[in-house]
């Protein structure tokens, strides 16, 4: 018996058949030390980000049934980014019960917010193994409900929500450029790239430069979200 993990099923309101994978889903690649004979939690999380991204995704569509795609984008990643997962793990309190190296944990590895943010994902692909996707609703529902229940689908620039995302991706500044600009004064037409990182530029095209940059900046969320 494990009391952390105990506790941890009350706190996430599901009790698991095979405890195991609760167990696995809670140990990080730096227990055992090196030994490849211990499975940890690294495919358990690569499995979670799928089924926490399927679960947002979900919400997204049904909750804000009037959104266009470039307004649910921002709103996905706000409740599916590596933040998000730590505030979820915190929530639950996932840290007392990670099985860590002697070394990680004693240079606090039970509060890295990678660590734990992992933790979160793939404790969410052990929930889904174990009860299936009804199960890992109820902990989706019950870790980021205040979340969703925060969300609104009023407008913003989408320049700012670009931005914001740029800056917790670590991925530099937009940069947009006019490309073009045509048609008589009364009835302009611009062109607009923007470009971000490493990703490949995009383009919008409106009446005015402000609106051709919303629309590029628009785009390249549409293409950050596809990538995901």
């Known amino acids: 018996m494990n009391?952390?993990?105990?506790?941890?099923q009350e706190r996430i309101g599901y009790h698991f058949k095979d405890m195991a994978l609760l167990q696995r889903a809670m140990t990080h690649a730096s227990f055992?030390?090196?030994?490849?004979?211990?499975?940890?939690?690294?495919?358990?999380?690569?499995?979670?980000?799928?089924?926490?991204g399927l679960l947002a995704s979900e919400t997204m569509f049904l909750k804000f049934k009037a959104a266009k795609e470039g307004r649910l984008a921002p709103l996905y990643n706000s409740l599916v980014d590596k933040?998000?997962?730590?505030?979820?793990a915190r929530a639950f309190d996932l840290g007392?019960?990670?099985?860590?190296s002697p070394a990680e944990?004693?240079?606090?590895?039970?509060?890295?917010?990678?660590?734990?943010a992992d933790a979160t994902e793939?404790?969410?692909?052990?929930?889904?193994?174990?009860?299936?996707?009804?199960?890992?609703?109820?902990?989706?529902?019950?870790?980021?409900?205040?979340?969703?229940?925060?969300?609104?689908?009023?407008?913003?620039?989408p320049k700012s929500d670009l931005q914001e995302l740029a800056a917790?991706?670590?991925?530099?500044?937009?940069?947009?450029?006019?490309?073009?600009?045509?048609?008589p004064d009364h009835k302009p037409v611009f062109v607009v790239k923007v470009e971000l990182g490493r990703l490949d530029p995009c383009e919008?095209?409106?009446?005015?430069?402000?609106?051709?940059?919303?629309?590029?900046?628009?785009?390249?969320?549409?293409?950050?979200?596809?990538?995901e």
């Open 105 to 116: 944990d004693r240079v606090g590895g039970r509060n890295k917010a990678s660590i734990l």
């Open 83 to 88: 933040k998000a997962c730590e505030k979820v």
């Open 168 to 183: 917790k991706r670590n991925l530099g500044h937009p940069h947009y450029e006019v490309l073009e600009q045509a048609g």
């Open 32 to 52: 055992g030390d090196g030994d490849k004979s211990v499975a940890n939690n690294e495919r358990l999380e690569f499995l979670g980000d799928r089924v926490l």
């Open 3 to 8: 009391p952390e993990l105990d506790a941890l």
């Open 122 to 157: 793939a404790v969410m692909a052990a929930v889904y193994l174990d009860g299936g996707l009804e199960a890992v609703r109820g902990v989706f529902e019950r870790g980021w409900g205040e979340a969703i229940a925060n969300l609104t689908a009023k407008p913003r620039n």
């Open 96 to 100: 007392p019960g990670l099985r860590l």
């Open 204 to 227: 919008g095209q409106g009446g005015s430069k402000q609106s051709a940059e919303r629309a590029a900046a628009t785009a390249m969320l549409q293409r950050i979200s596809g990538n």
